[in-house]
């Protein structure tokens, strides 16, 4: 319990500074090895517990979630970038993955804070055919029930997404699975999450992220997946206008919001941004 103490827990994505995704964040003048970090995130219990340490001009980053560990964290990084903000004072911090350069501007006051993260470059391709069929019986969804403009596709902004879109409000509220089948299911086909939208309008998205990969039934806000997201947008010429807003969490209580910002260069790095509120240590 006395490692748990020393990790700041911090909600990333707020609504109205209400919600939010609970991230744990441990900063060290060097990583601990891998075995801790893993049961430490264990111990926490979030989707993601993030560990930084200084190397060079920025901060070494490692991410784990309950079951192993994930090449990006969104919420997990606006988390940080917060903390780095309240320790250091507001300002840009470049960070190091394990596969990426990553960079998050925070600002921090009065355990509230707003940041945004500059994700790795963004990819998509067609998912096939074999894993959507597996998708949807493992969510009891039909062909009928996918919103044929947004095509299902693995979409990829720092980690792997398959994203689904359905033709309504009400058939995203009534996602349900078994968590061990779906584990097995993105496990075998590399996948941090499935990522089931509905497009209220052309930049207004409501998501649920199936987060079985990493031992959590469901991600109340997914930063990386809201990057890939808007990326896939992107390749799909779908008129975003720029920008997107995504609602999350409002089906487990937890209301997040998440805004991501869209370039036009195909594959360019998303920026997503939201509010934080930190929780304690």
Known sequence: MQTIIKVHQVAAFTADDQGGNPAGVMIRAALPDERAMQEIAREMGYSETVFAAPAGEGWRVRYFSPDGEVPFCGHATIALGTVLAQQHGDGVFPLTTNHSEVVVEAQARDGLGFATLQAPMTSSLPAPPALVQAALQLFGYRLADLDDRIPPAIANGGASHLV?????????RAMRYQLAAGRSLMQQHGLTTISLIYAETPQRFHARNAFASGGVYE????????AALAGYLRDLDWPHGGSIAIEQGVDMGAPCHLQASI?????????????????GE
């Open 263 to 279: 370039p036009d260069q195909p594959g360019a790095a998303i920026r997503v941004s939201g509010r934080v509120r930190m929780m």
């Open 219 to 226: 991600d109340p806000a997914t930063g990386a997946a809201a």
């Open 164 to 172: 689904l879109a359905l033709v309504s409000r009400d058939k995203l």
